[in-house]
């Protein structure tokens, strides 16, 4: 199943700012930074599915109002910034596609038990054997 999710322009912000961080002369004055902001409570393009499973994401980028903030400065043009914020944004929408996989609880098998509880008799018996005094 491969689903692709159309953002419109008009749901993006963009502000540009400028960058932190060593760039020379250029960096006071060029406002090279891209601040993404993306509404994911009130997107209308998300379906109701997506939009839950990424408002639950733990994520730091992602506010208190539901709103998707991406900070693009890795880049000296505010070209490629605004580029890599909006794959890092794609990035982002298609985690949330997919509905993770349910988790499986199963239990240790004997032999992993027996295993395991052979090799904590052996290391106890080793230092036990440290303890004890050889040197009287």
């Known amino acids: 199943m491969d689903l692709s999710i159309t ?14 961080g060593p760039g020379g002369q250029n960096v006071n004055k ?3 930074a891209v601040e993404l902001r993306f509404d994911i409570a009130q997107s209308p393009s998300l379906p109701e ?6 408002l639950s994401k733990r994520d730091r980028r992602v ?3 539901g709103v998707l ?3 693009a400065q890795r880049f000296r043009t505010q070209e490629r910034n605004r580029e ?5 944004l794609a990035a982002f929408v298609d985690s949330g596609l997919r509905a993770p996989k349910p988790r499986i609880a ?3 098998s004997r032999a992993s038990k027996e295993r395991r509880l052979g090799a904590k008799r052996e290391r106890s018996t080793t230092k036990r054997g440290r303890s004890q005094s ?3």
Request: aromatic share 4%; no cysteine; charged share 35%.
């Open 63 to 65: 506010t208190t109002e």
């Open 30 to 32: 060029v406002a090279t």
């Open 106 to 108: 199963t239990k240790p």
């Open 134 to 136: 050889n040197w009287d």
């Open 84 to 88: 890599d914020a909006r794959v890092r």
């Open 7 to 20: 953002i419109p322009e008009q749901e993006l912000v963009e502000r540009f700012v400028r960058s932190t």
């Open 69 to 71: 903030v991406i900070s």
């Open 49 to 54: 599915a997506v939009r839950e499973r990424l």
